[in-house]
C-alpha cells in the first residue's frame, strides 16, 4: 500500500513569511503526528490529529499549528517564520487506537533565509 | 528536560560483530517503547517495538530488552550488516488513550559497520 506523502519536499522561504505543508497519510490511519527534526534537538513532536481533533499538542509557540481533514489528510502551518524554524518536519501516520508503529514521510525540508 | 536519552552519539562495529546500542528514559509513565532507524534525507524506519509488560521482543537480526527497573532498554544487532549503518533512534510513548501518536525520541547514535 502507499506510504505516507510529504509535500513539498523542499522549499525556502525567507523570515517572517509563512509557510504551508501537507501530508497524506497511508489509507486507513486516522491519526497524524508531526515532528520537528534539528541537529540540536533531534526529533521533537510538534502536534497530532485524530479524527480531526489536535489530540495531543508538544511544547512550541503558537506560530505553529495544523489542522486534519475529513480524508484524513493533514497540513501544518508555520507563520511569521524564523532563522530557527530551518528543519526537516516530518509526518507520521498511525491507526491512533492501539500501540503501534507510526509510519514516516519522508519529510519536507524548510530552509528560513 | 530529556526523558529519553542515548548517550552514545556513535558506535562502530565490524560486519558479523553485534552491535548494541542503548537508550535511559527518565520517565515512569512511558509504557511503550520503538525502535527506529534513519537514514540522511528520509524519514526514520520503525525496527522494533516492546511492551513494558515484556522484558524482551526479537525480529530476525533485531533484539530489544527492557530493564524497568534500570529505566534501560537497548537493541541488538546480530549479526551486523553494512547495510544497517544509519543512526537509531530510541523513542518512547506514555499513557495509552489519546497518546498513541505522540513519541518521545531520544537523540540517536550514529551506527557505523565496518565491512
Known amino acids: 500500500k502507499a506510504g505516507v506523502t510529504q509535500t513539498p519536499r523542499y522549499l525556502i522561504k525567507t523570515r517572517g513569511q509563512q509557510v504551508t505543508l501537507s501530508c497524506s497519510p497511508i489509507?486507513?490511519?486516522?491519526?497524524v503526528s508531526w515532528y520537528q527534526q534539528t541537529p540540536g534537538q533531534g526529533l521533537q513532536f510538534l502536534f497530532e490529529?485524530?479524527?480531526?481533533?489536535?489530540?495531543n499538542k508538544g511544547n512550541f509557540p503558537g506560530r505553529f499549528s495544523g489542522r486534519q481533514f475529513s480524508n484524513s489528510r493533514s497540513e501544518m502551518n508555520v507563520s511569521t517564520l524564523e532563522l530557527g524554524d530551518s528543519a526537516l518536519y516530518l509526518c507520521?501516520?498511525?491507526?491512533?487506537?492501539?500501540?503501534?508503529?507510526?509510519?514516516f514521510g519522508e519529510g519536507s525540508r524548510l530552509t528560513v533565509l | 528536560d530529556q526523558q529519553v536519552k542515548q548517550n552514545s552519539p556513535s558506535l562502530s562495529v565490524q560486519e558479523g560483530r553485534i552491535s548494541i546500542l542503548n537508550c535511559d528514559y527518565t520517565?515512569?509513565?512511558?509504557?511503550?517503547f520503538l525502535w527506529y532507524k534513519k537514514y540522511p534525507a528520509e524519514g526514520p524506519t520503525f525496527l522494533i517495538s516492546?511492551?513494558?509488560?515484556?522484558d524482551k521482543n526479537e525480529d530476525g537480526r533485531f533484539t530489544v530488552f527492557l530493564n524497568k527497573s534500570a529505566k534501560h532498554l537497548s537493541l541488538h544487532i546480530v549479526p551486523s550488516q553494512p547495510g544497517d549503518s544509519a543512526v537509531y533512534f530510541c523513542?518512547?510513548?506514555?499513557?495509552?488513550?489519546?497518546?498513541?501518536?505522540?513519541?518521545?525520541f531520544g537523540q540517536g547514535t550514529i551506527l557505523t559497520v565496518h565491512p
Open positions: 523513542a518512547a510513548s506514555a499513557g495509552g488513550g489519546t497518546s498513541y501518536g505522540k513519541l518521545t
Open positions: 489509507s486507513g490511519h486516522r491519526s
Open positions: 507520521a501516520s498511525s491507526l491512533g487506537t492501539v500501540y503501534g508503529e507510526l509510519f
Open positions: 516492546i511492551s513494558s509488560i515484556k
Open positions: 520517565n515512569s509513565m512511558f509504557d511503550y
Open positions: 490529529y485524530f479524527s480531526e481533533t489536535q489530540r
